[in-house]
């Protein structure tokens, strides 16, 4: 079975620039996941998707981050403009329903550098 | 707040000890718990998970622990070898309008000496 993809792997931008990453869950789950995970500490929940749908973009700062789930598989989440506190691995996951409690399961991450 | 967090940011083992790895939870009505192991410039990778009803749960060389009454979780690996050295988190469920969600600890890196 495929796991969660992710790109890029890597991204090294200025302040005040723009990025987009990418993410293709695993096939058939119903749930995605953005996490924003800062060195040495545990991964923030940013957006959950159920579907195409938002379940939940609390922790989303929606001034500068935006994230979409066309047709509810493949999902983006951008970042425009571009700060230094947004330096973190930006990690995708998916599970099966998050109706239940089911596991996560998590891409490899996107290391954004911002300089 | 509610929160998830771990007693000791580092543990350093030789290789052959059993570790194991705490964490304590503020949120009594959690009603399921996940470790995960996060290797250097990887996602993190499902380890065991533990549904509230249950006290203990085995897998291939890891046990966890819950103790629900002090609000505490535990990992305990057996016999840890090398390739276990990495930063292990435990993640708590709580519910948000009918679907999980997910709240991580900070982490215990886990060191392990030949």
């Known amino acids: 079975e495929a796991g969660v993809a992710q790109s890029p792997r890597y991204k090294i931008i200025e302040k005040r620039q723009s990025v987009a990453f990418w993410c293709n869950p695993i096939?058939?789950?119903?749930?995605l996941y953005w996490y924003q995970q800062i060195l040495g500490q545990g991964p923030k929940l940013l957006i959950q998707?159920?579907?195409?749908?938002?379940?939940?973009d609390s922790q989303l700062p929606k001034d500068r981050f935006s994230a979409e789930r066309l047709k509810g598989v493949d999902s983006t989440l951008k970042i425009q403009p571009a700060k230094l506190e947004d330096s973190a691995v930006y990690l995708c996951?998916?599970?099966?329903?998050?109706?239940?409690?089911?596991?996560?399961?998590f891409g490899p991450g996107t290391r954004l550098t911002v300089t | 707040g509610e929160s998830v967090g771990l007693h000791l940011p580092t543990l350093s083992v030789q290789e052959g000890d059993n570790s194991i790895i705490n964490c304590a939870y503020s949120?009594?009505?959690?009603?399921?718990f996940i470790w995960y192991k996060q290797e250097s410039g990887k996602g993190p990778q499902f380890i065991i998970d533990i549904r509230s009803n249950m006290d203990k749960r085995q897998g291939q060389r890891v046990t966890v622990l819950l103790n629900k009454t002090v609000k505490h979780l535990s990992l305990q690996i057996a016999a840890t070898q090398p390739g276990d050295s990495a930063v292990y988190f435990c993640a708590e469920n709580k519910w948000n309008t009918g679907f999980q969600k997910l709240v991580f600890g900070t982490g215990t890196r886990l060191l392990v000496s030949p």
């Open positions: 096939s058939g789950h119903a749930t």
């Open positions: 996951a998916s599970s099966l329903q998050a109706e239940v409690s089911y596991e996560q399961y």
């Open positions: 949120n009594s009505a959690s009603d399921y």
């Open positions: 998707f159920q579907n195409n749908g938002v379940v939940d």
